[in-house]
């Protein structure tokens, strides 16, 4: 069965931090890149942050890069994404999943989604 259960969202001023975690099935998790996501109202989910299965490759989108840090943790099938200096640009529904490479993450073609955490960057 998959399961996605994403938390740690919240409302956070402007240059502030958060820290999204993401448990996930291990059928979904294992020997997989994971990857978050997020969504705007009004916008289409983009991918953000990835992570290869034993986490030693990192890909981030620009908007992104050099603010958030994704991680994970391969024996609690957890996969985290640390937010720093926030903006509210950043604002949206934060959700993560997984596939066999970045490029599968990208197209991010997947029957099931969590519920989602949301992040409100505002002052």
């Known amino acids: 069965q998959v399961q996605l259960v994403e938390s740690g969202g919240g409302l956070v001023q402007p240059g502030g931090s958060l820290r999204l975690s993401c448990a996930a099935s291990?059928?979904?998790?294992?020997?997989?890149?994971m990857g978050w996501y997020r969504q705007a109202p009004g916008e289409q989910r983009e991918l953000v942050a990835a992570?290869?299965?034993?986490?030693?490759?990192?890909n981030y989108a620009d908007s992104v890069k050099g603010r958030f840090t994704i991680s994970r943790d391969n024996a609690k099938n957890t996969v985290y994404l640390q937010m720093n200096s926030l903006k509210p640009e950043d604002t949206a529904v934060y959700y993560c999943?997984?596939?066999?490479?970045?490029?599968?993450?990208?197209?991010?073609?997947?029957?099931?989604w969590g519920q989602g955490t949301q992040v409100t960057v505002s002052s």
């Open positions: 999943n997984g596939g066999p490479s970045i490029a599968a993450l990208r197209k991010s073609d997947f029957g099931s």
């Open positions: 291990g059928l979904i998790f294992r020997h997989n890149y």
């Open positions: 992570i290869s299965s034993g986490g030693s490759i990192t």
